[in-house]
């Protein structure tokens, strides 16, 4: 959650609660922090990776600004 806007934080850990119970929920807009601090959108995609026991053991985050 280092790169999201803190308004936009609980949003975010929403969705990702939504993907652990098997919820497609598709690519998200949010506000994104760079290093700098300087604030840009965000195109969120994400994914869950299971484990052989079907288990969620990482989640893969592709970030794309559209500022």
Not at 17 to 41: A, D, F, V
């Amino acid at each position: 959650m280092d790169f999201i806007a803190n308004q936009d934080q609980e949003r975010a850990r929403s969705l990702i609660e939504l993907m652990m119970q098997g919820s497609l929920t598709g690519p998200g807009e949010y506000r994104g922090i760079l290093k700098n601090g300087r604030t840009i959108i965000i195109e969120v995609n994400a994914e869950i990776i299971r484990d052989a026991e079907h288990n969620p053991s990482k989640l893969v985050f592709i970030i794309r600004d559209i500022s």
